[in-house]
């Protein structure tokens, strides 16, 4: 017993020690990547985010998105990710050097979104898809039937349009979804600054430096997860 003092204190230094190790490795592994700057056109990636979808991070938070909803984007033979389209590579630690916050999450009740502002889809432009993420977040099933994502229809107003201008922002519903007669359905800025930040996350720069880490998994990985 006249040694369990320091039996308890060697214990506890080794348990420090690797925990500091650990943190500290990470740290140094991870803290000190940076932008990288392209040869061809000078402009350094990743690129920063908008004051907007910055702001649209916030509410994302808020929502709790991350419950449903991934942003890695796994390699191949790692699973079907990029067979899904949800990215053209998998995702990097240099990735998210721009996130004060990573919602990497856990759950894929919902598609990965890394790199859901890439993913145009059937629109001709970046307005179009705007509308459509309203769309999305107003009335669901109106753009993606089927899905179990629940409306957010407490992002939007719902405005008289009798005596008033039409606002250039209203949203073109049909069917179910639409507003009744001599109404309007408007974003608020939340909806606004959310839909700015889910435009942002596209990572498809491939980064020389990582470029290699993208190789195919060995046999062993692709088999158990490549169908995952």
């Not at 230094?13 to 925990?19: F, Q, R, T, V």
């Not at 629109?123 to 009335?139: C, E, I």
């Not at 957010?152 to 107003?157: I, M, R």
């Amino acid at each position: 017993m006249k040694n369990g003092l320091a039996l308890f204190l060697g214990v506890f230094a080794i348990l420090g020690l690797s925990w500091a190790g650990l943190l500290l490795g990470a740290h140094k592994q991870l803290g000190s990547l940076g932008q990288i700057k392209d040869p061809v056109d000078d402009t350094l990636y990743p690129q920063p985010i908008s004051g907007l979808a910055d702001q649209g991070r916030l509410v994302y938070q808020d929502l709790g998105c991350v419950s449903c909803h991934t942003q890695q984007v796994r390699h191949e033979g790692f699973g079907a990710d990029i067979e899904r389209k949800w990215g053209s590579r998998g995702s990097y630690a240099r990735d998210y050097i721009r996130e004060k916050t990573v919602f990497i999450g856990q759950s894929r009740l919902g598609p990965d979104l890394r790199n859901v502002g890439g993913r145009l889809g059937d629109a001709a432009t970046p307005d179009d898809y705007s509308d459509w993420f309203y769309k999305l977040l107003y009335a669901p099933q109106s753009v993606a039937p089927g899905t179990n994502m629940p409306p957010h229809a407490f992002l939007f107003e719902v405005h008289a349009t009798a005596g008033r201008q039409i606002s250039y922002q209203a949203l073109k519903l049909t069917g179910k979804s639409a507003p009744a007669t001599g109404y309007e359905v408007v974003p608020t800025a939340r909806a606004r600054a959310l839909v700015a930040y889910l435009q942002s996350l596209k990572d498809t720069y491939d980064y020389p430096t990582e470029r290699s880490l993208n190789a195919s998994a060995p046999a062993e990985h692709a088999e158990e997860g490549g169908h995952k």
